[in-house]
Protein backbone atom coordinates (compact mmCIF):
# COMPACT_ATOMS: atom_id res chain seq x y z
CA UNK A 1 0.00 0.00 0.00
CA UNK A 2 1.14 3.85 -0.90
CA UNK A 3 1.99 6.27 1.70
CA UNK A 4 -1.13 8.33 1.68
CA UNK A 5 -1.18 11.38 -0.33
CA UNK A 6 -3.68 14.69 0.15
CA UNK A 7 -6.49 12.95 -1.09
CA UNK A 8 -6.26 10.55 1.26
CA UNK A 9 -6.39 13.03 3.85
CA UNK A 10 -8.64 14.84 2.86
CA UNK A 11 -11.37 12.06 2.57
CA UNK A 12 -10.57 9.45 4.93
CA UNK A 13 -12.04 5.51 4.63
CA UNK A 14 -15.41 6.56 5.41
CA UNK A 15 -15.80 9.38 2.14
CA UNK A 16 -16.91 11.92 3.98
CA UNK A 17 -14.50 15.37 4.08
CA UNK A 18 -12.58 15.78 7.72
CA UNK A 19 -14.00 18.51 9.62
CA UNK A 20 -11.55 21.47 9.18
CA UNK A 21 -11.28 22.99 12.69
CA UNK A 22 -12.46 26.71 12.20
CA UNK A 23 -10.76 29.72 13.01
CA UNK A 24 -12.33 31.63 16.54
CA UNK A 25 -13.30 35.18 15.17
CA UNK A 26 -11.26 38.24 16.26
CA UNK A 27 -13.31 40.73 18.38
CA UNK A 28 -12.64 43.56 17.06
CA UNK A 29 -12.50 45.34 20.52
CA UNK A 30 -10.80 44.30 23.35
CA UNK A 31 -11.72 45.14 27.28
CA UNK A 32 -9.19 46.21 30.05
CA UNK A 33 -9.98 43.81 32.80
CA UNK A 34 -7.21 45.13 34.76
CA UNK A 35 -8.11 47.69 37.32
CA UNK A 36 -6.81 50.76 37.21
CA UNK A 37 -7.15 53.92 39.21
CA UNK A 38 -7.24 56.31 36.17
CA UNK A 39 -9.15 57.12 34.02
CA UNK A 40 -12.55 55.62 35.93
CA UNK A 41 -14.83 53.36 34.11
CA UNK A 42 -14.51 50.62 31.21
CA UNK A 43 -11.41 50.66 28.62
CA UNK A 44 -11.99 50.06 25.13
CA UNK A 45 -9.38 49.39 22.31
CA UNK A 46 -10.37 49.12 18.86
CA UNK A 47 -8.37 46.84 16.60
CA UNK A 48 -8.72 48.25 12.72
CA UNK A 49 -9.90 45.37 10.85
CA UNK A 50 -7.57 43.35 8.53
CA UNK A 51 -7.77 45.11 5.24
CA UNK A 52 -9.59 43.11 2.24
CA UNK A 53 -8.06 41.95 -0.89
CA UNK A 54 -6.70 44.34 -3.28
CA UNK A 55 -8.63 45.06 -6.39
CA UNK A 56 -6.84 45.10 -9.49
CA UNK A 57 -6.92 49.08 -11.18
CA UNK A 58 -9.31 48.01 -13.71
CA UNK A 59 -12.21 46.93 -11.73
CA UNK A 60 -11.60 49.76 -9.36
CA UNK A 61 -11.90 51.77 -11.96
CA UNK A 62 -14.91 49.88 -13.07
CA UNK A 63 -16.51 50.52 -9.83
CA UNK A 64 -15.98 54.07 -9.62
CA UNK A 65 -17.72 54.15 -12.82
CA UNK A 66 -20.88 52.54 -11.50
CA UNK A 67 -20.80 54.26 -8.97
CA UNK A 68 -20.61 58.04 -10.17
CA UNK A 69 -23.19 57.30 -13.23
CA UNK A 70 -25.60 55.24 -10.81
CA UNK A 71 -25.87 58.08 -8.45
CA UNK A 72 -25.83 60.34 -11.20
CA UNK A 73 -28.96 58.27 -12.95
CA UNK A 74 -30.60 58.68 -9.34
CA UNK A 75 -30.67 62.17 -9.31
CA UNK A 76 -31.09 62.78 -12.67
CA UNK A 77 -34.75 60.63 -11.87
CA UNK A 78 -35.26 62.68 -8.83
CA UNK A 79 -34.99 65.84 -10.37
CA UNK A 80 -38.06 64.25 -12.97
CA UNK A 81 -35.57 63.84 -15.74
CA UNK A 82 -36.50 60.20 -15.72
CA UNK A 83 -40.17 60.19 -16.17
CA UNK A 84 -40.35 62.42 -18.44
CA UNK A 85 -37.61 59.86 -20.54
CA UNK A 86 -39.65 57.54 -19.53
CA UNK A 87 -43.34 59.13 -20.74
CA UNK A 88 -41.32 59.89 -24.30
CA UNK A 89 -40.34 56.55 -24.71
CA UNK A 90 -43.91 55.36 -24.23
CA UNK A 91 -45.03 57.55 -26.69
CA UNK A 92 -42.74 55.96 -29.02
CA UNK A 93 -44.12 52.80 -29.26
CA UNK A 94 -41.76 50.26 -31.22
CA UNK A 95 -39.06 52.41 -31.94
CA UNK A 96 -38.77 53.61 -28.15
CA UNK A 97 -34.56 51.58 -28.12
CA UNK A 98 -33.63 53.80 -30.60
CA UNK A 99 -34.62 56.75 -29.77
CA UNK A 100 -33.68 56.15 -26.21
CA UNK A 101 -30.17 55.31 -28.30
CA UNK A 102 -30.44 58.71 -30.00
CA UNK A 103 -31.43 60.61 -27.01
CA UNK A 104 -28.25 59.45 -25.30
CA UNK A 105 -25.77 60.31 -27.84
CA UNK A 106 -27.07 63.58 -27.66
CA UNK A 107 -26.91 63.55 -24.09
CA UNK A 108 -23.55 62.23 -24.07
CA UNK A 109 -21.98 64.44 -27.14
CA UNK A 110 -23.79 67.46 -25.25
CA UNK A 111 -21.43 66.07 -21.62
CA UNK A 112 -18.79 65.99 -23.64
CA UNK A 113 -18.91 69.60 -25.20
CA UNK A 114 -19.57 70.72 -21.57
CA UNK A 115 -16.44 68.93 -20.45
CA UNK A 116 -14.04 71.12 -22.29
CA UNK A 117 -15.31 74.18 -20.67
CA UNK A 118 -13.51 73.43 -17.78
CA UNK A 119 -9.81 74.69 -16.98
CA UNK A 120 -7.16 71.99 -17.33
CA UNK A 121 -5.65 73.19 -14.54
CA UNK A 122 -8.42 72.77 -12.21
CA UNK A 123 -7.71 70.35 -9.83
CA UNK A 124 -9.05 66.41 -10.32
CA UNK A 125 -11.74 66.74 -7.71
CA UNK A 126 -13.12 69.23 -10.17
CA UNK A 127 -13.01 67.34 -13.33
CA UNK A 128 -15.03 64.42 -11.56
CA UNK A 129 -17.79 66.33 -10.35
CA UNK A 130 -18.02 68.26 -13.80
CA UNK A 131 -18.45 64.65 -15.24
CA UNK A 132 -20.20 63.53 -12.50
CA UNK A 133 -22.87 66.82 -13.53
CA UNK A 134 -22.52 66.39 -16.83
CA UNK A 135 -23.05 62.75 -17.43
CA UNK A 136 -26.75 63.48 -15.22
CA UNK A 137 -28.62 63.62 -18.21
CA UNK A 138 -27.41 60.52 -20.16
CA UNK A 139 -27.21 58.04 -17.46
CA UNK A 140 -31.03 59.09 -16.96
CA UNK A 141 -31.75 58.43 -20.24
CA UNK A 142 -29.92 54.42 -19.87
CA UNK A 143 -31.96 53.99 -16.76
CA UNK A 144 -34.82 55.01 -18.07
CA UNK A 145 -34.12 52.73 -21.49
CA UNK A 146 -33.38 49.98 -18.89
CA UNK A 147 -36.72 50.24 -17.13
CA UNK A 148 -39.12 50.64 -19.65
CA UNK A 149 -37.24 47.52 -21.90
CA UNK A 150 -40.00 44.67 -21.42
CA UNK A 151 -38.60 41.95 -19.68
CA UNK A 152 -34.85 43.51 -19.30
CA UNK A 153 -35.31 43.86 -15.32
CA UNK A 154 -37.47 40.48 -13.49
Do not use: C
Amino acid sequence: MTAPDWWDNLYGPDDQPHAVPAETPRRWYTRNTNPAPEPPGLQVTIRPTTPATPVSPRKARIRWWVLRRSTAAGIGWGLGLGPAVSSQLDEAGPGAIGFALLLWLIAWRAATWLLRLVPRDAIQEVHDGADWAAHIPSATILLALALHTPGAIQ
